[in-house]
């Protein structure tokens, strides 16, 4: 009984090994030429390039299946920078699959502070108001399809962990902090946490009460 046990458990030693050196020796990694072009693509998943979301397109793209030009809400910018990625021609975007829009716009209006201008009418603009930003940046995510998420004042965590999922998700932020200056403002953890992610490009500071709306500061991470 016991030699049988013995060698029960010196088969699966070696199964085992046997297995994780298969696993090692013949790992598919991911192709990375599809990771960079998938990370140029707008993420919204809209189908209209002719594939079932951004990722298959990229794979198209990368074993040379589909052209750069066949997505309408990444555009010209979006073109330019496969062109420039994969050493190709820069092609205008496929009439066949669409043409482009101005992006789409979803404002997260908790307190009912922000009110667009007769221009912003005009915008494809989404107003979530009067919910809470966390559960607003959900829903925006799953039933909108944003571009650009416009949030008011960044509070709670769980604020940031929304906004940390969209990001992931393709879209872009712009969100509004109040601070006296940007040695302040970079003592917040709001801050030091999107900092922290890589999630923080561009920080703009206002010059307040004095000059509405002017420029005081803007720093490029």
């Given at each position: ?15 085992g ?5 298969a696993?090692?020796?013949f ?13 140029i693509?707008p ?49 205008p ?17 908790e ?21 809470p ?77 004095t ?11």
């Open positions: 009984m016991l030699t049988a046990l013995l060698v029960m458990t010196g088969i699966a030693l070696v199964l090994a046997v297995l994780g050196f696993s090692i020796k790992k598919v990694e991911g192709d990375p030429l599809v990771e960079k072009i998938d990370a693509l993420q919204t998943q809209c189908g209209q390039c002719g594939f079932p979301g951004c990722r298959p397109y990229a794979t198209a793209i990368a074993g040379g299946e589909a052209e750069i030009n066949q997505c309408p809400p990444g555009g010209e910018e979006g073109i330019r920078k496969l062109a420039d990625l994969l050493g190709r021609e820069f092609k975007l496929s009439e066949e699959h669409g043409v482009e829009k101005p992006k789409s716009v979803a404002v997260i209006d307190r009912r502070e922000i009110f667009p201008s007769e221009e912003s009418a005009a915008l494809p603009l989404d107003i979530l108001s009067g919910i930003k966390g559960q607003a940046v959900q829903m925006a995510l799953r039933t909108l399809s944003p571009q650009i998420i416009l949030l008011d004042e960044l509070g709670g965590m769980d604020e940031l962990y929304a906004l940390e999922q969209g990001l992931f998700s393709g879209v872009e932020f712009i969100a509004t902090l109040h601070a006296a200056s940007w040695g302040e403002a970079a003592r917040r953890p709001q801050v030091q946490y999107l900092q922290k992610c890589g999630a923080l490009h561009v920080a703009v500071l206002l010059k307040g009460r000059a509405p709306g002017q420029l005081k500061e803007v720093r490029v991470s």
